[in-house]
């Protein structure tokens, strides 16, 4: 597996080259070049290790290794690329050449450039487009429950729930995302007659007022087809597809988008964006093997599901990584936990925090946002967006 690895201060620095056993000598040399672009390959053999730091060398560049790397006392080696866009781009065909499987991690590292640096395809929903190169995609919260964290849920309540979606369109949201069941910590799980009753009549009567997409957000292969047959476009699973295994059956069915959201235990040795990767890189093929095309697929890092809130903040600054997958990004912050932790407030007044996660999310490269708040948080990326264009 080869990742973009996005770090900006020195602690991190120092810490990911010792945890890839570099000498010590080695990392006061290296420490200096860490600023540019990085590239992290697992599971290197030594022969192609040493050829790939010779070779960046040679270019002005570097390759941190195991301190066995160079006596051979170790039989392969994590193998961190340090260099600019300019140093692959000539290390590339220089490998194209080589022995040890190096030609091969040459037009890996040709396909993750091109991906990292290449914004998403528009991708449809359904008669609806998501144009990812016209700015940021906002997904309105409609919370069909009656124990949501935020305490803005509607229940069964049809006219409320219509109330609230014309709030949230007039506001600017391009997607409204509704769910039956509370995914809060501690949250009670109910069963697919009760999610049914509360979230199928509510998606039928907006299909039939308001000409937006819907995404629906269930575990359940169940309500996601009767969704989709009600006038649903896009499936939003927060098991990342592993809560159901009829699932896939049913996105294959309706040829339906999906956003699959990493939500397993994050921390370890490893780090928070190496479980991400590894994650969002098995489901990926996991998809593709049964069917489903890379267009068809969004991730979704997960904040506050399955970390702590030094976690989510890790991700939030290291989400640029994920463009090493070349699939738009969905960012949920909206009045988390995490900011109510920062700021000590409750989640009806997390707007301004949200706000700001949702800059840092636009800028490390996140394209749709899910929040409770749309106003607010379209004229907060509408800035950021304005500033990035800037020349």
């Not at 528009?122 to 990812?132: A, H, S």
Request: proline fraction near 4%; glycine fraction near 8%; aromatic fraction near 4%.
């Amino acid at each position: 597996m080869i990742r973009v690895v996005s770090l900006t201060h020195e602690n991190e620095m120092h810490r990911i080259l010792q945890d890839l056993h570099v000498d010590e000598t080695g990392i006061k040399i290296m420490m200096p070049k860490m600023n540019p672009l990085l590239l992290q390959l697992d599971a290197v053999t030594i022969p192609a290790a040493n050829i790939l730091k010779q070779e960046m060398l040679s270019l002005g560049g570097d390759a941190a290794l195991h301190r066995g790397a160079c006596d051979f006392s170790v039989k392969e080696t994590g193998c961190l690329l340090i260099g600019s866009l300019h140093h692959y781009q000539r290390l590339i065909k220089k490998l194209s050449a080589q022995p040890f499987g190096l030609k091969k991690i040459g037009k890996e590292i040709k396909a993750l450039l091109d991906r990292y640096q290449t914004r998403p395809e528009p991708m449809k929903l359904g008669p609806y487009l998501l144009n990812f190169s016209k700015g940021s995609i906002l997904m309105g919260i409609l919370n069909v429950t009656p124990d949501s964290f935020s305490g803005d849920g509607v229940g069964k309540n049809i006219e409320l729930a219509l109330k609230k979606a014309e709030k949230l369109i007039a506001e600017g949201a391009d997607i409204l995302d509704i769910g039956g069941e509370s995914t809060r910590p501690g949250a009670s799980s109910i069963n697919a007659r009760e999610e049914k009753e509360r979230v199928i009549p509510i998606i039928k009567a907006i299909a039939k007022r308001f000409d937006k997409p819907i995404s629906i957000d269930t575990s359940k292969s169940s309500i996601a087809e009767e969704a989709l047959s009600s006038g649903a476009h896009l499936v939003n699973d927060v098991t990342g597809l592993l809560g159901d295994e009829r699932m896939i059956m049913v996105l294959k069915k309706w040829k339906s988008p999906v956003v699959v959201m990493h939500h397993e235990p994050a921390s370890g040795r490893a780090g928070v964006m190496a479980n991400l990767c590894s994650f969002f890189e098995e489901r990926m093929e996991f998809l593709e093997t049964n069917g489903i095309p890379s267009k068809n697929i969004i991730l979704d890092p997960g904040i506050g599901f399955g970390k702590n809130s030094e976690d989510n903040l890790v991700v939030l600054k290291r989400l640029a990584e994920l463009k090493s997958f070349g699939r738009p990004i969905l960012l949920g912050t909206s009045r988390k936990s995490f900011i109510g932790k920062i700021l000590n407030l409750e989640p009806k007044d997390r707007i301004v925090g949200t706000a700001a996660s949702l800059v840092v999310g636009r800028m490390n490269g996140a394209h749709i946002f899910r929040v409770h708040d749309v106003r607010e948080a379209r004229e907060a990326l509408a800035i950021t967006e304005a500033i990035q264009e800037a020349e």
